[in-house]
């Protein structure tokens, strides 16, 4: 691959010349500038557009760090953030991570490396305090008390507590929980509220009924077989994935499980599927908060304050419950 050095062979000219038509300087000479530009394509000279980037400090492309992109909850985010990278120019790379702390560690040896200008953690298992050790910006989707970080969060444990209070106020007390995964800071806020929302009601709590690696449609359907066994059975499940809740719903409509008379069911998320099956759902903005996790982050690269943002979210009410 022919380099500066002889495109300036070629056009007679010299490397100072060729670097500034390359980077359109203004002070070169018409013949000069057309000399360059010939012998380039003589030479069929490519551009090497990350190496410029990196002689101006910046990668132009941003890292997500993320444990999959199978969860409908990631794939929502990483949406909305492609949405707002497209329309700034910038490219994203993915780290999937698998909640493997060395790929988390590798992604930040990227942004020191500056093979990225800037990581936003959509999730990980990364404790907050070793964050401490890495320069650059980093924005992470999750509340923390660390100041050094830009975050958007969800209210995970307001909201999750405020669907306990809704399932309650029908009148259910025997209520199971189903979660991606029973570790991690939004699990834990979930737990957290679901203990406390038993407690105050005088109900027992169930470690059976807090149930987790479900995310898909076929993880909704074992969930229907493993309540159908359950000897005392809940009359509600809360489930915090809108595709889990479907699967769910439509292995006990083919059981002929009566749908909310016999078991009630409350998801979170809002995607299109909820909406097609009629699902109560909490809509907690996923996609809104993977665009404004973009914009943040780039005022972050840019150098201007750090912020912290919470979103809202809502019950939007159908008929499972």
């Not at 907050?128 to 980093?138: A, S």
């Not at 669907?163 to 929980?177: P, Q, R, W």
């Not at 203990?195 to 109900?203: C, F, M, P, S, V």
């Not at 599927?273 to 665009?291: P, R, V």
Request: proline content about 2%.
């Amino acid at each position: 691959m022919a380099n500066i050095k002889d495109i300036a062979e070629k056009a007679g000219v010299s490397i100072t010349t060729v670097s500034r038509v390359i980077n359109n300087h203004p002070y070169v000479s018409e013949d000069k500038r057309n000399r360059v530009f010939e012998a380039m394509e003589a030479l069929a000279y490519t551009r090497n557009i990350h190496a410029v980037h990196l002689s101006k400090g910046y990668s132009n492309m941003i890292g997500v760090v993320l444990p999959t992109i199978n969860l409908p909850y990631f794939a929502e985010l990483i949406g909305g953030i492609a949405d707002a990278a497209e329309g700034s120019g910038i490219h994203l790379s993915l780290f999937q991570t698998n909640y493997d702390i060395q790929k988390e560690i590798f992604a930040l040896t990227q942004l020191k490396e500056r093979q990225v200008d800037g990581l936003i953690f959509c999730s990980k298992a990364l404790a907050d305090e070793r964050l401490m050790d890495w320069k650059g910006p980093i924005l992470l989707c999750q509340n923390s008390d660390i100041g050094r970080f830009s975050t958007i969060s969800i209210p995970h444990e307001q909201a999750f507590r405020y669907g306990l209070d809704y399932l309650m106020a029908k009148g259910h007390k025997k209520i199971a929980i189903c979660l991606a995964r029973k570790k991690g800071m939004n699990s834990h806020f979930r737990i957290k509220a679901y203990r406390e929302a038993l407690e105050e009601i005088g109900e027992a709590f169930h470690e059976d009924w807090v149930i987790e690696k479900a995310i898909s449609i076929n993880d909704g359907k074992a969930l229907f077989h493993k309540w159908k066994n359950w000897k005392e059975k809940p009359t509600a499940i809360f489930v915090a994935n809108d595709q889990v809740s479907a699967g769910l719903l439509l292995e006990a409509k083919a059981r002929r499980v009566l749908v909310p008379d016999e078991l009630a069911i409350l998801s979170v998320d809002n995607h299109e599927i909820s909406q097609s099956l009629g699902i109560t759902t909490i809509d907690i903005q996923t996609k809104e908060m993977g665009k404004q996790a973009f914009a943040m982050l780039e005022k972050r690269i840019q150098g201007q304050p750090i912020e912290k943002k919470v979103l809202d979210y809502r019950l939007i009410e159908r008929s499972t419950v």
